[in-house]
């Protein structure tokens, strides 16, 4: 079993920042790779960014410039930097997580719950 476990959203004005966390926990693992995605209401879920075991990263254009994925892998936590929020990047972020369960023998997907992102105008 896997928990991820995403803490740093919130209210934040157009203009402003926030970094998001994504604490990976329980069976032992190795990350393959890790991305944040979000839903806006209404909406799909869409890829925002991610980042592979050789710290490759891939973001969306509409979050390009303005967002920073990264990772500590000593703690197994995934960040998500997001600076010049705009009124449409508010929706639901989730982490997510491809992991190689050393007891299974085989790749695993994990989501964590979500963050409320809401920016204001």
């Known amino acids: 079993q896997v928990q991820l476990v995403e803490s740093g959203g919130g209210l934040v004005q157009a203009g402003g920042s926030l970094r998001l966390s994504c604490a990976a926990s329980g069976s032992e693992f190795s990350i393959i790779t890790m991305g944040w995605y979000r839903q806006a209401p209404g909406k799909q879920r869409d890829l925002v960014a991610t980042i592979t075991s050789g710290d490759r990263t891939n973001y969306a254009d509409s979050v390009k410039g303005r967002f920073s994925i990264s990772r500590d892998n000593a703690k197994k936590t995934l960040y998500l930097q997001m600076n010049s929020l705009k009124p449409e990047d508010t929706a639901v972020y989730y982490c997510?997580?491809?992991?190689?369960?050393?007891?299974?023998?085989?790749?695993?997907?994990?989501w964590g719950q979500g963050t409320l992102v809401t920016v204001s105008s």
């Open positions: 997510n997580a491809r992991l190689f369960m050393f007891q299974l023998g085989r790749p695993l997907d994990a």
